[in-house]
């Protein structure tokens, strides 16, 4: 794993040590000795991560941290304090101001490149939702004020508690409990029974247990698919680096030392809630970017861009078992009329409503879609023409039938609608050629009259 890291120190010899080490593990690296230089390097390249000293000259580190996560630009940057510093206080100060982590001088190798790797993953993947999300407003199926700022608020979580030491499980139950909802256990299988059913915000898992492997439950978190996005935070003993390092190579997302400072300990909980509530609003825009990419917006049913591949990959399938689709083209009758004589609000209105009785009168299976103006779309697999015949004839009743309450409109609007119905034939039907027949077939009972419906399989 590679990455570009700025390393920050206003020691020329601290610069050199870290770029040294980090260069030796192939990460590219770049420098600044001071805080304005680093702020300014950032509207130039941005880094995979930020190593920080505190104690620097006119601008400190916590300072230029908060500069870096109050610029929407750098805000989801990794920032890690090296510092001398070693007082709760301070770390508390550092993580108040947006820092993921400290390391205190001299820095331990291993420590080091640990938690390098792990906070690296981490941005990768958010990067990854961030470049989603900019692509679904890049399209158009997002707005940019659905583009979030990382600095989103933590609130209070649902907190899985996993610690067989009565003093510390009350003394994190007095710093955690309220405002958020605690869950205390000592049993390794009851731990991975209520993380997958409990929905559960932030993972506290002290890995100097008598009872159980703490290691071993954050493994099997991570390879299981409900819990694999669920931060987790470990406590650890002072010193314990082998089990640390390790952890965080299995994914640990953050860790506390013993002893547990109470302030910390808050601190390191809500920013932990902060980036799960930033990822998973990461993820809705993503889910509803493909929602909206497939869908129509005014309708609800999906778009002629869907109907388009999902009728295609249809035709393959049921060719391939010998069975036989069917295909509705359906036409509002007279609709330039409903827009010109009541207004577009009101045509939209039908159009809704009219798709709402579409999708009441076919079936799951069926995929109903606006074609695109007033002109809708139903692909029956494993129908006969026969049967979808009779599907459109009750659909078309259904509309004549029950005139539409439109807001804003005196009386129900009287609306018909036209059906031209085909069936596959064989193994020789394209998409287009099913296509053509049922618009052949729609053109027809235009022409007879409206308000009927058509098969036409010639």
């Known amino acids: 794993m590679t990455a570009r890291i700025l390393v920050v120190d206003d020691i020329a010899a601290n610069v050199k040590l870290l770029e040294a080490k980090l260069s030796a593990e192939y990460?590219?690296?770049?420098?600044?000795?001071?805080?304005?230089?680093?702020?300014?390097?950032?509207?130039?390249?941005?880094?995979?991560?930020?190593?920080?000293?505190?104690?620097?000259?006119?601008?400190?580190g916590f300072e230029v941290c908060r500069r870096v996560k109050a610029d929407p630009r750098t805000a989801h940057v990794p920032v890690v304090m090296v510092t001398a510093l070693d007082q709760?206080?301070?770390?508390?100060?550092?993580?108040?101001?947006?820092?993921?982590?400290?390391?205190?001088?001299?820095?331990?190798?291993?420590?080091?490149?640990?938690?390098?790797?792990?906070?690296?993953r981490?941005?990768?993947?958010?990067?990854?939702?961030?470049?989603?999300?900019?692509?679904?407003?890049?399209?158009?199926?997002?707005?940019?004020?659905?583009?979030?700022?990382?600095?989103?608020?933590?609130?209070?979580?649902?907190?899985?508690?996993?610690?067989?030491?009565?003093a510390q499980i009350e003394r994190i139950s007095n710093a955690l409990s309220p405002p958020n909802e605690l869950?205390?256990?000592?049993?390794?299988?009851?731990?991975?029974?209520?993380?997958?059913?409990?929905?559960?915000?932030?993972?506290?898992?002290?890995?100097?247990?008598?009872?159980?492997?703490g290691l071993r439950i954050c493994s099997q978190m991570r390879s299981m698919d409900t819990t694999r996005l669920v931060p987790i935070l470990v406590l650890v003993e002072e010193g314990d680096t082998k089990r640390l390092v390790r952890g965080l190579e299995l994914g640990v997302n953050d860790y506390l030392v013993r002893p547990i400072d109470r302030n910390e300990l808050i601190a390191r909980v809500r920013t932990q809630l902060r980036r799960k509530r930033y990822a998973d609003k990461l993820r809705h825009n993503f889910q509803l970017s493909l929602e909206m990419a497939?869908?129509?917006?005014?309708?609800?049913?999906?778009?002629?861009?869907?109907?388009?591949?999902?009728?295609?990959?249809?035709?393959?399938?049921?060719?391939?078992?010998?069975?036989?689709?069917?295909?509705?083209?359906?036409?509002?009758?007279?609709?330039?009329?409903?827009?010109?004589?009541?207004?577009?609000?009101a045509g939209d209105e039908v159009l809704k409503q009219f798709a709402q009785r579409v999708a009441a009168n076919v079936r799951g299976i069926d995929l109903a879609c606006r074609y695109g103006g007033e002109e809708f779309v139903v692909v029956m697999p494993d129908t006969d023409v026969s049967f979808a015949y009779m599907v459109a004839e009750r659909l078309r009743q259904q509309v004549a039938d029950v005139p539409f309450d439109i807001p804003g409109v005196e009386k129900p609007l009287a609306v018909t609608v036209s059906i031209g119905v085909t069936s596959t034939e064989g193994a020789a039907d394209t998409a287009d050629t099913l296509l053509k027949r049922a618009d052949q077939a729609l053109y027809k009972a235009k022409r007879d009259g409206r308000n009927r419906v058509i098969a036409d399989a010639a």
């Open 183 to 213: 869950t205390v256990t000592s049993e390794a299988q009851e731990v991975l029974v209520r993380a997958r059913g409990g929905d559960f915000d932030l993972v506290i898992v002290s890995l100097g247990a008598e009872s159980f492997d």
């Open 122 to 166: 981490l941005k990768m993947m958010t990067d990854e939702l961030r470049m989603r999300e900019a692509t679904g407003q890049s399209l158009g199926v997002l707005d940019a004020a659905d583009i979030l700022s990382p600095d989103i608020a933590a609130g209070p979580g649902r907190i899985l508690v996993v610690e067989d030491r009565p």
């Open 88 to 120: 709760p206080s301070d770390r508390v100060t550092g993580l108040e101001a947006g820092a993921d982590d400290f390391l205190t001088k001299p820095v331990n190798d291993i420590a080091l490149f640990a938690r390098v790797k792990s906070l690296i």
């Open 27 to 60: 990460f590219d690296v770049m420098t600044a000795m001071n805080g304005l230089d680093a702020l300014k390097s950032l509207e130039d390249q941005l880094p995979d991560i930020i190593l920080l000293d505190v104690m620097m000259p006119g601008m400190d």
């Open 294 to 345: 497939i869908t129509d917006q005014l309708t609800g049913l999906y778009n002629r861009r869907y109907m388009a591949r999902h009728l295609a990959t249809l035709l393959e399938e049921c060719q391939r078992q010998s069975k036989p689709v069917s295909f509705l083209i359906l036409d509002i009758d007279y609709f330039k009329a409903i827009n010109d004589t009541h207004g577009h609000d």
